[in-house]
């Protein structure tokens, strides 16, 4: 039996604010381990009642970085927790969390197969943690992001996906918009479908590893549709974020 | 670790008595009903679709689809518990009982455990006993409509007092055997048994 994953109280170091409801915030961890990119954590609140609520955050940041965590969280209408989090918290405070926890929806750099994100939304989390760790590590494996947001406004990590592209000419970051785009916008602009995928993978020099991350139906119809299009089962690996599935 | 840790301004949404005592520690309650699976939703033709019992027992047993639902059925009214805390209160279901299954296979005295496999290659194990006495149970159809691929059809386990990774969506079989073996998520970090009460929800805990 292997040691269990043991509680630890993480102190807030900073809050950033990625997109009007979607924050990101950094925790130092006393007995911090490497996560592997894709793994989460779990956070534990207690009110004075002793009642306690939980949540999953996936980890935004990658292993390389030691001693701490970045974990972002989009403010879910009536969400017990992220209401909490976006504007309960100062930086400096204690919050109970644990982890790293998930074996399945990992990518290491390790793996020299080219890599295939489809992220929707907040979906985009852990697809962010493997797109740091390739950077942290080196790695040139040929990399497609596939990015479906509403609306400008809610692109999490611009700024920062424009500079990763920069650094690595075997990185290509694909937004679509399926609400509203941005002025003189000519890409993407529409649900992701076969046609999409198509063009998105087609470069790619031989068969990707595909990671999936968003809500349900983006996932169901991308897994799908990368099935019919001869991707094979065991590349595909998918994570939901609910209706309230997710973190809440 | 050393003292409780309160979060200051933190006081959680209020439960009636009823609810709070239904909903296992650390879980919340959702009038949704989320999917969570690791890869692409299997579509099992009916036709092609079959539930077997295998191993420890007299003889191996296979029902096709024609068969399975030939059984008799019976109607399920449960709570469930999902291990990334969400807690759906009263799920109706209609399927077929493990007891009624295991009536037929003729049950070897050494087995103690089963592997459940599914379509889709996932796995997962617990003790024979989790499925005795009505607990556990074989689903097809759900609030009254057939269950849908990706909440786990044409069919899938409800073992409601266990973690819902337990309840094997898309189910294809039973192992009957002597010794536990892990299955997927048991071998990736989480709990061997998964009792929701006890918050077992990783090894260790």
Known sequence: MQRGIEWQAAILKAIRLETPRVKTFTFTLPDWTPHRAGQHYDIRLTAPDGY???RSYSVASEPERVGEIDLTVELVEDGEVSTFLHEGLVVGDLIEMRGPIGGYFVWEAAQSEPLLLVGGGSGVVPLMAMLRHRAAAGSNVPTRLLYSVRAPMEVIYAAELDELVRASPDLKVLLTFTRAKPQGWEGYARRIDQAMLGEVMAPLSSTPRAYICGPTLLVESVATLLLQSGLPRELIRTERFGPSGGPA | MAGQVFSRG????RRTPEQGQRTPPGQYITPDF???????TPRI???EWNFYIKGLNQKPVQWSWDDFIQLPA???KVDIHCVTKWTKLDTEWEGVSVDTLLSKVGLDSRASYVTVFSYGDYTTNLPLADL??????IAYRYGGQPLAPEHGGPARLVVPHLYLWKSAKWVNGFQM???DISGFWESLGYHNYGDPWKEQRYQGD
């Open chain 2, 10 to 13: 933190f006081f959680g949404k």
């Open chain 2, 74 to 76: 019976k109607s399920f």
């Open chain 2, 45 to 47: 033709p009916l036709g």
């Open chain 1, 52 to 54: 306690q609520a939980q």
């Open chain 2, 177 to 179: 055997m002597e010794h």
């Open chain 2, 132 to 137: 005795m006495n009505d607990q556990a149970f």
């Open chain 2, 34 to 40: 989320p999917v969570l699976s690791v890869g692409p």
